[in-house]
């Protein structure tokens, strides 16, 4: 669950702050250098922990129930 809960909030988060932001390309090359202004940067920045924020709280829950059973 954990793996494949996190790639969507990633890619939601993504779609969602990003769409007008970056073009598809930029889009598609983030993890390969892609050249970003600062604006964009910062929203990549956003998104990006935004997503991580929510990986985390859906983690939280995960653990508090393993521990609950």
Known sequence: MGIAASSVIVN???REYLA?????QQ???LGNGADLTPEQATA???A????FHIDMLASLGVAAAAVVI
């Open 12 to 14: 939601n988060k993504s």
């Open 20 to 24: 007008n932001v970056l073009s598809p």
């Open 27 to 29: 889009q598609a090359t």
């Open 44 to 46: 990549v920045h956003q």
């Open 48 to 51: 990006f922990s935004e997503a």
